[in-house]
């Protein structure tokens, strides 16, 4: 054990209460809780705003007596398309421009109208016209947000507008409740908050009457995600010494897998978009417990010169680690040394002031060569990683008629990801050569994919589960690499602004998927999301290697990290096996 000398700042008050033991395992617990249910409201939507198969209605043909198959024949343009059940895809969109009220009282007999139609497609063609209404299929889903307010046709673009405007609600989440839980009120209070938001928002989005009330309503949720992941994710790593951060940092992305993996089970039972929403929202009721098991930050409470109140959070801390109680005077005096220059505890704070500031610190990631060139690297990382990860979520329930079994399929690819492959390697190999083969593999399988035949689709599946397994490599480094690249003065800034970025990714994804509709090319999406892969894993090269540098602590050691630099110039070098 390092003695305190050996330690600075905060975490010299591991060496006195533990910083990897019984109590950072037992919050990890608590924190995972939260990620594995407000999950539920950040990836499924894939099953809230399914676009289930349609065709439209043709309001004489409803009391004609004929199946509905027949009723299509009759009125709904088809082409030929033998990975359709019944080898025919039918148009969503239009139907046949016809006097069909004139056409039943001809030929009652569908097998007559039937020919009737077919002389007139062989004479002179037959017009088609839009609808406004339509049949849904109800094999899959009973009712999803689309076939609820008829978002489809013209209105289609709307469905990823939802998705779209949930990730611009993560995005305010991060900025406002990220800085208020810095500067006002705490990790713990922030994320109480969050929890209330997301309840109570989803819970009323569980009944909304129309798509204005729910999309906003979605947004709110939002918000209070991205409030509750940030805050409980910043606490963790707080109580945690340095060595076991990069552990802890990626395993606490487990529960969000596990989340992911239980959404399909809820969406299976649950084929109401309404009651999904409902099964969604009432686990989060479960977060009520943070009331009297989350504790707060004692880092955060030493700054805030809370010295007091983070003593009380420490003894119970070495309590529960099984450690000898230290003297309170030197922990006093730890803490004393953490209170944040210039703040006062009776000053009068500017919460304006406070949400300002990171907007205006933003562009001292850009003031200086080396720094600036780690920005846009990370930037272009973190919003390839985002658009193909959620890209790729959205495409796997649209590959097969069972959208259940290949989302969970996908899902379960993220629990390796998030443990058994990416721990071990990057602590032996590195962060560098990782997150270039991550992108690297991810972009082989996803071109392999493109061009696949549409009838492999077996091996289509499997192609997308690869993808899927190394881009979720990268999603678990990429936090990991952006705090280690950052000095200390300005981490917290770098690694909200590439958040923030990264959000746009996630917020174009949808916009991609749908061009396999819009564009009328299937695999336009994919290669696309391909070309991105092996773009940001060319841009990897260009950031140095973290592994065995010491972390910068301001701007000058990220300058001068050509002379400091401890790593191997060559990206995929042989290291050893220690742990760094």
């Known amino acids: 054990m390092s003695s305190s000398s050996e330690t600075k700042g905060f975490d010299a008050v591991f060496n006195y209460v533990g910083g990897r033991g019984l109590y950072q395992w037992r919050l990890l617990g608590i924190v995972s809780i939260q990620m594995m249910v407000l999950t539920f409201h950040h990836v499924g939507f894939v099953f809230l705003g399914a676009v289930p198969k349609h065709w439209c209605i043709v309001e004489p043909l409803k009391d004609s007596g004929w199946s509905i198959q027949q009723v299509k024949n009759i009125s709904i343009p088809s082409i030929p398309n033998q990975n359709e059940v019944d080898g025919v895809e039918w148009n969503e969109c239009f139907f046949y421009n016809l006097n069909y009220s004139e056409l039943i009282a001809k030929h009652p007999l569908f097998e007559d109208a039937a020919m009737e139609v077919q002389k007139l497609k062989q004479l002179d063609g037959i017009s088609v016209q839009s609808c406004n209404n339509w049949v849904y299929d109800t094999t899959v889903y009973s009712s999803t947000v689309v076939s609820e307010f008829d978002l489809v046709c013209e ?44 309840l109570s928002a989803g819970l009323a989005a569980s009944f909304a009457g129309n798509y204005t009330t729910f999309v906003v309503l979605r947004f709110l949720v939002a918000i209070g995600v991205a409030g509750s992941f940030q805050s409980c994710y910043v606490l963790l790593l707080e109580y945690s010494e340095a060595s076991s951060r990069a552990f802890l940092g990626i395993i606490e992305q487990l529960p969000f897998a596990i989340g992911s993996m239980i959404i399909p089970l809820l969406a299976y039972f649950f084929r109401n978009w309404s009651t999904l929403q409902l099964g969604f929202t009432l686990p989060a009721l479960s977060l009520v417990s943070y009331i009297w098991i989350l504790p707060e930050s004692s880092r955060w409470l030493a700054t805030r010169g809370k010295t007091d109140d983070a003593i009380q959070i420490l003894e119970n801390v070495a309590r529960v680690n099984g450690r000898e109680k230290a003297n309170p005077g030197q922990i006093r005096t730890i803490l004393e040394n953490c209170q944040e220059k210039n703040f006062q505890v009776t000053e009068e704070f500017s919460i304006w002031k406070s949400i300002r500031a990171p907007v205006l610190n933003f562009f001292s990631l850009l003031k200086t060569p080396n720094l600036r060139n780690r920005s846009l690297a990370l930037w272009t990382l973190y919003f390839s990683v985002t658009v193909i990860y959620y890209g790729l979520s959205f495409l796997s329930v649209r590959m097969s008629s069972d959208p259940y079994i290949l989302f969970f399929l996908s899902s379960l690819m993220e629990v390796p990801a998030y443990s058994g492959i990416t721990v071990p390697i990057v602590c032996r190999w590195g962060r560098k050569p ?53 000095p200390t003065t300005i981490r917290t800034t770098g690694l909200g602004a590439a958040v923030i970025i990264g959000r746009f990714g ?66 995929f070098g042989q290291h050893s096996s220690e742990v760094v």
Request: glycine residues 8%.
């Open 434 to 486: 990782v997150i270039i083969s991550s992108f690297i593999l991810t972009g082989m399988s996803l071109f392999g994919l493109a061009f696949m035949p549409l009838n492999l689709l077996t091996l289509r599946i499997v192609l997308t589960l690869i993808g899927k397994l190394f881009v979720s490599c990268g999603f678990a480094i990429i936090y990991l690499l952006g705090a280690e690249l950052y």
């Open 506 to 571: 996630s917020m174009v994804a949808p916009y991609f998927v749908d061009l396999k509709i819009t564009s009328r090319m299937d695999n336009l999406p994919v290669i696309l999301f391909g070309c991105v892969s092996i773009i940001a894993a060319g841009v990897g090269f260009t950031l140095p290697e973290t592994r065995t540098m010491v972390m910068p602590d301001n701007i000058e050691d990220v300058e001068n990290e050509f002379h400091d630099r401890l790593s191997d110039p060559a990206p």
């Open 155 to 198: 209105k289609r673009p709307l469905v990823a507008t939802i998705q779209a405007t949930y990730m611009g609600g993560v995005l305010v989440g991060s900025l406002v409740l990220s800085t208020l839980s810095d500067r006002v009120f705490g990790r713990r209070i922030v994320t109480l908050a969050a929890v209330f938001i997301v």
